[in-house]
């Protein structure tokens, strides 16, 4: 089946690394995302990661992606207050129609 | 590089009406797409147009809604009649191609309220 799940809520101080996890069903999922959703805005592709690829780093951002467990994990590190969004983790599948399945998003809040 | 456009930004009908919505994709994007978001859900997609052919609209419920993209360019969503259930955010996105859905990107979305 088709599913993707994350944590509802994150808080995180401000300065400290934020790690969002998500996981997903189905095992022949060709690409990973993570997209960042800003109040009243559209869906911002973040970074994406091929599902033969472990690891990808870009600035600020880390992904990690486990096959073996479907676990996929968005690292931030030194989180500011424009950090705060909701994040959603999706998945792509290896087929003709490549539809993309989000999950439900984690909300990302920042203490002071 | 302008982004994709999306109107109206809001709308507010009564349950019954129809109602219309307008997007117009990345100059040179051949795939658009129209998500449905659900306060609290993530985007579901509803349709995927590669040109102005339909390549998925499993998730469409086809006896009200509809979508078109005639001459490969903008597309509009329809709704008619609307249900309470539909109020939502409706996105629409573009890439490339199908193939390069990772260069996918989205609108502001138009917020619909049906009460």
């Known amino acids: 089946g088709e599913d993707v799940e994350q944590s509802l809520f994150l808080s995180v101080r401000e300065g400290d690394s934020s790690v969002i996890n998500c996981t997903y069903t189905?095992?022949?999922?060709?690409?990973l995302y993570w997209y960042k959703q800003e109040p009243g805005a559209g869906l911002q592709l973040l970074t994406y990661?091929?599902?033969?690829?472990d690891m990808k780093q870009d600035q600020r951002l880390t992904v990690l992606l486990n096959k073996k467990d479907k676990h996929l994990s968005l690292r931030i590190a030194d989180t500011q207050t424009g950090d705060s969004a909701i994040y959603f983790c999706?998945?792509?599948?290896?087929?003709?129609?490549?539809?993309?399945?989000f999950g439900s998003g984690t909300r990302l809040s920042i203490r002071p | 590089e302008a982004g994709v456009a999306q109107s109206p930004r809001y709308k507010i009908i009564e349950k019954r009406q129809s109602v219309a919505f307008w997007c117009n994709p990345i100059?040179?994007?051949?795939?658009l797409y129209w998500y449905q978001q659900i306060l609290g859900q993530g985007p579901k997609l509803l349709i995927q147009?590669?040109?102005?052919?339909?390549?998925?609209d499993s998730q469409l419920p086809k006896d009200r809604f509809s979508a078109e993209r005639l001459k490969g360019v903008d597309s509009t969503l329809k709704i008619q009649p609307a249900k309470l259930e539909d109020s939502a955010v409706y996105l629409c996105?573009?890439?490339?191609?199908?193939?390069?859905?990772?260069?996918?990107?989205f609108g502001p979305g138009t917020r619909l309220t049906v009460t």
């Open positions: 999706a998945e792509k599948f290896d087929s003709s129609a490549s539809k993309i399945i």
């Open positions: 147009f590669q040109n102005n052919g339909v390549v998925d």
């Open positions: 990661i091929f599902s033969n690829m």
């Open positions: 100059s040179g994007h051949a795939t």
């Open positions: 996105a573009s890439s490339p191609s199908s193939d390069r859905s990772y260069e996918q990107y």
């Open positions: 189905d095992s022949s999922s060709t690409y």
